[in-house]
């Protein structure tokens, strides 16, 4: 059948081009009807079913309620992919305020999500406390720095100056001088987080956020490596996650050197100590929540001989402390930073000594494909590393992937951290979809939420739930997820199975109270 519409009858045309597409698909489809070629329907109901069974949570038996749960959820999100602006396929700064009004995401944060298992030590907290709290203690100082950036430190007298840097002047009498001291306070914020409303503008490349991430990593710095601020800081940290829902954490912390008011340093013994006593403490307090447990970690930007040392050490507390120190880690770019195998040496050193540290490896959080640094995700599984830190590169690499598939290897998916860090824009692309397709071993986390102005693991499970699982990803998914972080984690089987206990009976208590 042939339509010919003349350009004056197109005039008359009482339909829209728009319209016109439907018409004509109309057409087309009954064409194909009469010539009885359709694929046979039951096939395709198969094929469908076949493919939704191999995504994770695709194995999941439901319960009537979590099926209750489901089908609220799946009708939620039908809304919300059509609402004007659907916050996955947004830069996160600018969908933070879409996200918190969406009905899914309250969900989400009232779900018990388990364990998280990447997230490091310096964007633990929030930067309100930081400035509101910490920066208003006494023997405050602080310096400005040439790259408009701001450095503190905690001190009985004024400090020595540091290059690069303004005088050492005492907050307080900074304070004391300015006029509008929540502006001056919401500067500081700002210092401290990468958060701006315009981060293309901001951030046009990887290079100008890796420098702006680096530098904010120094200004929290020398506030959270005070003793008494570091603490309460451990303890805040733990609040925040609590709140959030999470019950156990494995935190990524250098052996970085924690100091007194009169200049005293404490050495990493005391931190490790300090990050037991004050979990004691949070635990004490909170029954429910299951623990700590530190991933050492060190910059890739360091020399053979200083990662050495580093590991060393790592090894010597480890033996003193089995049930906090779990694993070792090399951090920083990783474009910029050394690969995992120019370490090798140095690397091979536990299994030598027969040590029982686990290498839990940031690897391929790039998109340079082909380069050495592309090969991490191969080295890290070489070196059995027990998870892969972010793992973008992994679906492009087929024979890491089934290494990783088959020796039950999780990828730490982030997807936030891979968004302002400019390796996707638009979630819904995010390489973790094929995996999450694939039904490849996963775990949601969050990097370094406070750096990216959130908190927890909420918002990187919606990011994964919504954007990048779309209307695929249902509550076996999220099941699946939760029980994956707790594991998938270095805690030994019979804390995992205390942990898992106390995940069911909240997760029963939640889909209960929100099936109805
Ligand atoms: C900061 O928080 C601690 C608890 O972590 C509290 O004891 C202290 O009073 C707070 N200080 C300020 C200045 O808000
Ligand atoms: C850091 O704080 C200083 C002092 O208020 C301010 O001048 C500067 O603009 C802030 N830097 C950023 C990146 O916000
Ligand atoms: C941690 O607690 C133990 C036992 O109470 C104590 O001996 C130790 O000094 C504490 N360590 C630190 C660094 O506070
Ligand atoms: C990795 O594990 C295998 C099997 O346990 C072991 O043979 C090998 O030596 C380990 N490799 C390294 C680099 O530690
Ligand atoms: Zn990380």
Redesign the pocket.
């Known amino acids: 059948m042939v339509i010919l519409i003349s350009a004056q009858n197109m005039k008359k045309f009482p339909y829209t081009i728009c319209n016109m597409k439907v018409f004509m698909t109309i057409l087309m489809f009954t064409t194909v009807n009469e010539s009885k070629s359709i694929p046979d329907p039951h096939q395709r109901d198969q094929l469908l079913q076949q493919e939704a069974s191999q995504q994770v949570g695709g194995r999941v038996d439901l319960t009537a309620a979590e099926q209750r749960l489901d089908s609220l959820l799946h009708k939620l999100k039908e809304q919300e992919m059509v609402a004007p602006h659907f916050p996955p396929a947004m830069h996160f700064f600018k969908a933070k305020p879409y996200i918190q009004k969406s009905p899914i995401f309250r969900l989400l944060q009232k779900m018990p999500k388990g364990a998280v298992l990447h997230i490091h030590n310096s964007a633990l907290v929030g930067v309100d406390w930081l400035v509101m709290n910490v920066t208003y203690r006494p023997h405050c100082y602080v310096c400005f720095t040439w790259s408009g950036s701001v450095q503190f430190l905690f001190s009985t007298q004024r400090p020595f100056p540091r290059w690069g840097c303004s005088a050492w002047s005492l907050l307080e009498h900074v304070r004391a001088t300015i006029s509008d001291v929540s502006a001056f306070d919401k500067s500081l914020m700002k210092n401290l987080t990468l958060f701006t409303e315009e981060p293309d503008v901001a951030y046009p490349t990887q290079e100008v956020v890796w420098e702006r991430f680096e530098q904010t990593f120094m200004a929290i710095s020398g506030l959270i490596t005070f003793a008494p601020v570091f603490k309460d800081y451990i303890y805040q940290g733990l609040q925040q996650l609590y709140d959030d829902n999470i019950l156990y954490l494995e935190l990524r912390a250098g052996l970085s050197k924690i100091y007194e008011l009169d200049g005293t340093i404490r050495d990493s013994e005391w931190s490790i100590q300090t990050y037991r006593n004050i979990t004691e403490q949070f635990r004490l307090e909170h029954p429910d929540f299951v623990g700590v447990r530190i991933i050492v970690t060190v910059h890739r930007i360091l020399s053979l001989s200083q990662v050495e040392i580093a590991l060393k050490e790592t090894l010597e507390l480890q033996k003193r402390y089995p049930e906090i120190i779990t694993g070792f880690d090399l951090v920083g770019r990783e474009d910029s930073g050394k690969p995992i195998w120019y370490f090798r040496e140095v690397?091979?050193l536990?299994?030598e000594v027969k040590a029982k540290l686990s290498y839990i490896f940031h690897a391929g959080e790039t998109d340079s494909y082909g380069t050495d640094v592309d090969r991490n995700v191969l080295d890290a599984l070489?070196?059995?590393t027990t998870r892969i830190g972010h793992g973008f590169a992994v679906a492009h690499h087929p024979l890491a992937k089934e290494l990783s598939r088959k020796r039950r290897v999780p990828v730490e998916v982030c997807p936030i951290s891979n968004q302002v860090l400019k390796l996707v824009s638009d979630l819904r692309n995010h390489p973790a979809a094929i995996l999450m397709s694939e039904g490849h071993p996963l775990v949601v986390s969050s990097d370094d939420p406070t750096l990216f102005g959130n908190a927890g693991l909420s918002y990187d499970f919606y990011e994964v739930f919504v954007g990048i699982g779309g209307l695929s990803a249902n509550v076996g998914t999220l099941k699946e997820l939760a029980i994956n972080s707790i594991r998938y984690s270095s805690l030994p089987t019979v804390l995992q199975d205390k942990a898992m206990i106390i995940w069911q009976q909240k997760w029963d208590k939640f889909v209960l109270e929100n099936s109805l």
């Open positions: 690397l091979s536990p299994t070489l070196f059995n």
